[in-house]
Nanobody, 115 residues
């Protein structure tokens, strides 16, 4: 059973930065991030494959940076120039390296950006 453990969330002032981490119990094909704000649907944020391909949602391009440390099976999301609308629960999401149909989710971590 794959375990995903998020950390690094919290409260920050608008314009500030936070760095999220997602530690996995094994090597995975892709590791990425979703977020969900109250009253809104969950939306995709970014992802990194094991080969280093990185993709971002348009609303975070130029502000967020996704990365991955395969040695430690950990994904990161560096969030800069944070805005109040970035406030949400952020979820780590991953796909199995052996079977792309196997999807794993973290428990979610709160990010709150004050105005």
């Amino acid at each position: 059973q794959v375990q995903l453990a998020e950390s690094g969330g919290g409260l920050v002032q608008a314009g500030g930065s936070l760095r999220l981490s997602c530690a996995a119990s094994m090597t995975l094909y892709s590791m990425g991030w979703y977020r969900q704000a109250p009253g809104k649907q969950r939306e995709w944020v970014a992802e990194v494959t094991s080969g280093g391909t990185i993709k971002y949602a348009d609303f975070v391009k130029g502000r967020f940076t996704a990365s991955r440390d395969n040695r430690n099976n950990t994904a990161f999301l560096q969030m800069n120039s944070l805005k109040p609308e970035d406030t949400a629960v952020y979820y780590c999401r991953a796909r199995s390296r052996l079977n792309q149909n196997d999807v794993f989710w973290g428990q979610g971590i709160q990010v709150t950006v004050s105005s």
